[in-house]
């Protein structure tokens, strides 16, 4: 699969997620972890979404 998820904790002690789309062709991301932010948009991300991922994509979701 061409998602690649890894993941860590900040300086504030919260869990910091990141999706890659290793692929030239668009791809979606079961979100199935606790409510987050996506960083780079400043944008509010549920549980159980579906996230979309641009070719060659970035989700960075810090977890609430």
């Given at each position: 699969r061409s998602i690649i998820m890894k993941e860590?904790?900040?300086e504030h002690n919260k869990i910091v997620r990141y999706f890659f789309n290793y692929s030239s062709k668009?791809?979606?991301?079961?979100?199935t972890?606790?409510?987050?932010?996506?960083?780079l948009l400043d944008k509010a991300v549920n549980k159980n979404s579906v996230m979309?991922?641009?070719?060659?994509?970035?989700?960075?979701?810090?977890?609430?």
């Open positions: 860590g904790m900040n668009p791809n979606t991301v079961n979100y972890f606790g409510n987050g932010r996506e960083l979309d991922l641009e070719p060659w994509g970035l989700k960075i979701i810090e977890e609430q």
